[in-house]
């Protein structure tokens, strides 16, 4: 039996657009982001997938998202489980700032660190391992178990967070997993084992 996990990110919101650290902010989408999330939930009603279960942050652009794919799945009736787990990386004291502009403050080389370290988090937030001690945990206690069960779950939630499950599913190291873009909404699919390792990855 072979569990489906489908991993979307959230589509592109208004910070992603104006070049603005997020984190746990909580603007909205572009009407770009709600096209690409309308688009995934067409490729997923293409494809013939019919989830059983659906995750999403506490973050408006990642439920905004799930709702529109829902929308143009045809899916209308359904319990979606929201968890600050699964929440965007927290920046700290970067969030709401301008990406050029927290560049000039604190200079090229400290905002890159920041951004694309492993375990390096900026000042009053978390980095990418803080995020995965937060995300793993809730996936491998909520998710995985459904997924062994041979369920199909829709997760939709954010750049960072989608990072340490993809990671952790597909084995990756810090580099790899940080030279590693997550497209908006660009839906990939696993195919999960029985026991709980990666079987298949696909991307629609």
């Known amino acids: 039996m072979t569990g489906t996990l489908i991993l979307v990110r959230h589509g592109q919101s208004d910070w992603n657009l104006k070049n603005l650290f997020t984190g746990w902010r909580n603007p909205n989408l572009t009407q770009k982001g709600e096209g690409e999330a309308r688009a995934t939930g067409q490729a997923l009603k293409a494809a013939g997938i019919v989830p059983d279960l659906y995750y999403t942050s506490a973050l408006r652009r990642a439920q ?17 489980t929201r968890n600050v787990a699964l929440n965007e990386r927290d920046y700290g004291d970067l969030s709401g700032l301008n990406k050029d502009d927290a560049r000039e403050k604190w200079g090229e080389e400290q905002v890159h660190i ?49 990072r340490a499950l993809v990671m952790s599913i597909e084995g990756l190291t810090p580099d790899e997993i940080l030279a590693r873009e997550i497209a908006t909404g660009e839906p990939t699919v696993y195919k999960i084992g029985t026991d709980g390792k990666l079987e298949e990855r696909v991307t629609l």
Not at 64 to 80: A, F, K, Q, R
Not at 126 to 149: C, G, M, V
């Open 64 to 80: 905004h998202t799930l709702d529109l794919m829902l929308e143009e799945m045809g899916i209308l009736n359904v319990t979606i």
């Open 114 to 162: 920041w951004r694309r370290s492993f375990d390096v988090p900026p000042p009053g937030g978390e980095s990418l391992k803080d995020t995965a001690a937060r995300t793993l945990p809730y996936y491998e206690a909520e998710i995985l178990p459904q997924l062994r069960d041979g369920k199909t779950v829709l997760v939709a939630a954010h750049g960072n967070s989608l």
